[in-house]
């Protein structure tokens, strides 16, 4: 099983992350420089709006799919890909 904790360490490090829950793909992605987007983690179910986080800790504070916090979720997390 893929840690959250883990999981926490390599977004503190800016690894991005792809991953299934409830049969949906869900990304962590970081903007690139000329992407005219506002530096920061960016989270969202795949071909769907982002979510803007400014810093680690923000993001795994309050980064939910519908009303669950992820923390609170992600033991059911699968197809986990770091990149």
Sequence with gaps: M???????????EGHEVEF???GKRYSVTYPDADAHR????YFCEFYQPNVRFGTPEEFMAGAKIGDKLLKDIWKDATDIEVY
Excluded: C, S
């Design 2 to 12: 893929f840690k959250f904790n883990h999981w926490k360490q390599l977004i503190e």
């Design 20 to 22: 299934t829950y409830e």
């Design 38 to 41: 506002e530096p920061g983690i």
